[in-house]
């Protein structure tokens, strides 16, 4: 490991040089695999995202943009470029205080904007201006329905794997990846579109309103990724209704798939179902190199094993059920704000709608993006398999480890490969834990990675009863309840049915899991990101990004979250 940088690190770029990991850890939480960096964004995910943004409008490609002017990897960690992000709002006519504001909670750390002489560009903002105009009038997205076609065509012809050799295991992942440059161009131009929106209830409601704009968008309907929530919540009911399915599961979670097998040929069944439909899913999800449900199904029977202890009264329906009124009430507030103005209610309506359809559509986009990931993730996982069975890999996941360059080497002759990529999973494993800058400025040296301290080490001021947190408000709804700190899904069984949930981050892998909370806090978050969206379908209150909230706050604390206005106030503690 270099005293500068890691391995894959990307070199910053010119142009847009301030970089964030605020709404990139949130997806992207854990250190990135040197072949998920290498093969999976360095080669075609950055470009794929440049390409998106020259596809929504904001920034053509004869402006010659930097690999890592959409984001860049530093210290092994993804970071979003931010400079990017103004760029668009700038050359769209959204003030930069309201683009920091939908997508990065008003951090009041962000760097200050600092104009450059080309972010003005007549062409761009025609463009945009055009697809703004789009984005608050269609009711399609033919070319994001073209993405999902290719990405579920991937799954539907998928080799069996086990009879492929090496050399073609290796071909499979290789020719899987460069559909991420095309499934980008969706996942783009609905993230950006997304806060189209959103920016016109601000400009119509006025800035005051923020707490009612978010319950007013509410939940959007059809969202892919709350999807596995429904799934797994019938599930959940079907362990819940078989006395010898909940004696299995009592017995705890190692080895319950086991114990289960033949039980109900039904749960079987839907259970398989469930792998072929959602198996893509899974924590860290952007990376290659991650676990995801259908590499290993445990993380499944975990979130069911905690879905089957809530009664029906607790299911993702009736929570919605409850927040219709609050929606509806939101309705008629802005409405009276509005006023008679006829324009006026029809720019509202057009708002809302666009809203809610591109919140949802922007779930699609990432879900086709995953699926294209998992089909190149699962030769892989089957090449590290066969490899550390046959004594060439010290751990299975070690193929990952290598950058795409070593492939044919490892899938040649493996043993040459094999002290290698041991030694430098330890060395990414020291990238764990580090206490990552949260803004980078390329216009001065990057601190070195030497530098950088271990989570932990800074102090934190602790919470005090009557204290009030201050977050962005990301799901409506005013809940009480003891917290609970889950920093990682493997603590999943320490959580609690009704507990609070106060996490890092909440990729949607983790959604199910609100299903069971009592409402959500997490560190980093949005209205706009992804697990905000889905926190929404499901009906959870949830403040997003609370700074520190996992460090700050303890197990135990009884707290009242409001998920409109992202306040959370410390009503007693432990």
């Not at 962000?110 to 761009?124: K, L, Q, S, T």
């Amino acid at each position: 490991m270099s005293e500068q940088r890691w391995l894959v690190d990307t070199d910053p770029s010119d142009r847009l040089p301030v970089y964030t990991r605020l709404n990139a850890s949130d997806v992207l939480s854990d250190p990135i695999t040197p072949l998920g960096a290498d093969l999976g964004w360095i080669q075609n995910i950055l470009p794929g995202w440049n390409f998106g943004y020259a596809s929504l409008g904001s920034y053509s490609l004869a402006e010659k943009p930097d690999v890592a002017a959409s984001s860049g990897i530093f210290y092994g960690h993804l970071y979003i470029n931010l400079s990017m992000s103004r760029l668009v709002g700038i050359r769209g006519g959204i003030p930069v205080e309201l683009v920091d504001q939908l997508w990065y909670g008003g951090d009041p750390n962000i760097p200050a904007y600092v104009g450059h002489p080309e972010d003005e560009n007549a062409d761009a903002s025609r463009r945009l201006e055009s697809r703004n105009a789009w984005a608050l009038s269609t009711e399609t997205f033919p070319e994001l329905e073209e993405d999902r076609t290719l990405a579920d065509r991937l799954r539907t012809e998928r080799p069996d794997l086990r009879s492929l050799t090496p050399a073609a295991l290796v071909a499979r992942a290789r020719s899987v990846m460069p559909l991420e440059r095309v499934a980008w161009r969706g996942e783009v131009v609905a993230t950006n579109c997304a806060a189209v929106g959103p920016a016109v209830l601000g400009q119509l409601l006025g800035a005051e309103h923020q707490d009612l704009i978010v319950t007013l968008v509410g939940a959007a309907g059809d969202v892919d990724s709350a999807l596995p929530s429904y799934a797994l919540w019938e599930l959940g009911r079907m362990v819940r209704a078989d006395e010898k399915l909940m004696a299995a599961f009592d017995a705890g979670v190692k080895g319950v798939g086991d114990r289960i097998a033949g039980v109900d040929p039904k749960f079987d069944a839907t259970f398989d179902q469930f792998i072929l439909d959602f198996g893509y899913r899974g924590p860290n999800e952007w990376d290659l190199g991650s676990v995801s449900w259908e590499t290993q199904p445990e993380l499944v029977y975990g979130l069911i094993d905690r879905l089957r202890l809530q009664d029906d009264a607790a299911s993702p329906g009736a929570r919605l059920s409850d927040h219709a009124a609050a929606t509806e009430a939101a309705m008629a507030q802005a409405v009276a704000i509005v006023g008679d103005d006829a324009e006026g209610q029809a720019t509202l309506a057009a708002a809302l709608a666009s809203a809610r359809r591109f919140a949802a559509w922007r779930e699609r986009a990432k879900t086709n993006c995953i699926k294209v990931i998992h089909e190149a993730r699962v030769p892989l996982v089957e090449l590290g398999r066969r490899l550390h069975a046959e004594g060439h890999l010290e751990s299975a996941d070690h193929v990952f480890m290598a950058v795409d360059d070593e492939l044919d080497a490892l899938a040649s002759a493996p043993e040459s490969m094999k002290v290698t990529l041991a030694e430098r999973h330890k060395e990414w494993e020291g990238l764990f834990g580090l206490e990552l800058p949260t803004f980078l400025d390329a216009r001065e040296p990057l601190p070195p990675l030497s530098s950088l301290g271990r989570k932990g080490q800074t102090a934190v001021e602790a919470v005090k009863v009557g204290d009030v947190l201050q977050g962005s408000g990301a799901s409506p709804g005013i809940t009480r309840g003891r917290t609970r700190v889950i920093t990682s899904m493997a603590a999943l069984d320490e959580f609690e049915v009704g507990e609070i949930l106060v996490a890092p981050q909440t990729d949607p892998s983790w959604t199910p899991l609100f299903m069971v909370s009592g409402g959500a806090i997490t560190d980093v978050g949005a209205m706009g990101s992804h697990a905000m969206i889905v926190s929404r379908e499901l009906g959870i209150a949830c403040a997003a990004g609370v700074q520190a909230a996992t460090r700050r706050i303890p197990n135990g604390a009884l707290v009242e979250v409001d998920g409109s206005k992202g306040t959370v106030t410390i009503l007693e503690l432990p």
